[in-house]
Nanobody, 122 residues
Framework: QLVESGGGLVQPGGSLRLSCAAS????????IGWFRQAPGKEREGVSY?????YYADSVKGRFTISKDNAKNTVYLEINSLKPEDTAVYYC????????????????????WGKGTLVTVSS
């Protein structure tokens, strides 16, 4: 099970830290991805972490992904928030195998959280 938290209403230029807590399995051996879905748009992957981190071009320099193995939790630090960052943010986990792609695609994710809403508005 994956549970996201940390979303909320924030003004443009503000910051948030989203958390993705895993239970029932350990994050070791999984790639964790953060996806977001804005109203009327498709879900898009914005950042992933396994042995290294990956960021979509749209978030590079503003988003930072990290993992705390002791807490079995992945974080997404979001800075310089823009109205276009408004979306439901989901975390997902993909079991790493020798054939895993990087970053893993949407259909390669094995577990999904229910999402946390981030609203950027003044």
């Amino acid at each position: 099970q994956l549970v996201e938290s940390g979303g909320g209403l924030v003004q443009p230029g503000g910051s948030l830290r989203l958390s993705c807590a895993a239970s029932g399995f350990t994050l070791d051996g999984y790639a964790i991805g953060w996806f977001r879905q804005a109203p009327g748009k498709e879900r898009e992957g914005v950042s992933y972490i396994a042995l290294k981190a990956y960021y979509a071009d749209s978030v590079k320099g503003r988003f930072t992904i990290s993992k705390d193995n002791a807490k079995n939790t992945v974080y997404l630090e979001i800075n310089s928030l823009k109205p276009e960052d408004t979306a439901v943010y989901y975390c997902a986990a993909s079991r790493l195998t020798s054939g895993s792609s990087w970053p893993p695609g949407y259909y390669e994710m094995d577990y999904w959280g229910k999402g946390t809403l981030v609203t950027v508005s003044s």
